[in-house]
């Protein structure tokens, strides 16, 4: 019913910058929270940032003051932009959505499908 596209994603020099963007679609009453998560091979799921419909935000200790999260509520989408990567940054980054679903009236845990980032050195 509500579907999580990635986008943004791709291969950078350490030092530089990605915007990756969130869009949300299909029945969603209110989406409560945006977060990015992201998954290197061999290493669990981490979150990097997430952020409220009221724009409060949290972001992990590596990430903090390079990457920066925000969102458009009346658009459903977010973007993270990561500024001065590092190419322990490189993982596959995926976008949950925290959303009420106008349907079933109900609050979904949604997931995009990811964007792969590299960073090289």
């Known amino acids: 019913q509500v579907q999580v596209v990635e986008s943004g994603g791709g291969l950078v020099q350490a030092g530089g910058s990605l915007r990756l963007s969130c869009a949300a679609s299909?029945?969603?009453?209110?989406?409560?929270?945006m977060t990015w998560y992201r998954q290197a091979p061999g290493k669990q799921r981490e979150m990097v940032a997430s952020?409220?419909?009221?724009?409060?935000?949290n972001y992990a200790d590596s990430v903090k003051g390079r990457f920066t999260i925000s969102r458009d509520n009346a658009k459903n989408t977010g973007v993270l932009q990561m500024n001065s990567l590092k190419p322990e940054d490189t993982a596959v980054y995926y976008c949950?959505?925290?959303?009420?679903?106008?349907?079933?009236?109900?609050?979904?845990?949604?997931w995009g499908r990811g964007t792969q980032v590299t960073v090289s050195s």
């Open positions: 949950n959505v925290l959303a009420i679903i106008g349907a079933t009236w109900r609050r979904d845990d949604c």
């Open positions: 299909g029945s969603i009453f209110m989406i409560n929270a």
């Open positions: 952020i409220t419909s009221g724009g409060s935000t």
